[in-house]
């Protein structure tokens, strides 16, 4: 990633700002799975996608693994959304609970996270994800420890 210098002083929601503005050449899970960066606010951030077969498992639909990277990446940009300049975070525990399968004709789908609370070292979030139709397709939640580089 080829941060701008001023990204570690920045707070979590003026870097992302900075990197859906592509701001700050990140390439990383985003670009490899194609997904798009809709909005973020402060502890709110939504994510789309448009699962192809190339996400497919062997019984013919969307792999869970999508939509809990999905979900992941939304809820872990809501809790960046909410750190301050200098503080980190990572992800301690994911819980996905899948509710609809996916197919190539459910995009593009959208995941929205939230923050639910954020202390001095732990942040919680919840997600859902929705198809094309508005379906809710899958929810998860997480737990992020908060920490200072």
């Known amino acids: 990633m080829n941060a701008l ?3 570690p002083s920045l707070t979590g929601l003026e870097q992302l700002h900075a990197i859906f503005a592509g701001e700050t050449g990140y390439q990383g899970i985003v670009k490899t799975l194609g997904l798009t960066p809709v909005s973020a606010e402060e502890g709110f951030v939504v994510f789309a996608g448009n699962p192809d077969r190339g996400v497919y498992n062997p019984i013919g639909s969307v792999h869970g693994g999508y939509a809990a990277t999905l979900l992941d990446t939304a809820m872990g ?3 960046h959304s909410r750190m301050k300049p200098g503080q980190g975070y990572t992800t301690l525990e994911l819980k996905v609970a899948y509710h609809r ?4 004709t459910s995009g593009p789908v959208r995941a929205e996270g939230r923050v639910i ?3 001095r070292r732990a942040a919680f979030a919840e997600g859902k994800l929705f198809d094309r139709n508005g379906n809710l397709c899958a929810t998860a939640t997480t737990t992020c420890l908060v920490y200072e580089p």
């Open 117 to 119: 609370a954020l202390g």
């Open 5 to 7: 210098p001023e990204l």
């Open 101 to 104: 399968a996916m197919k190539d």
């Open 77 to 79: 940009c809501a809790v």
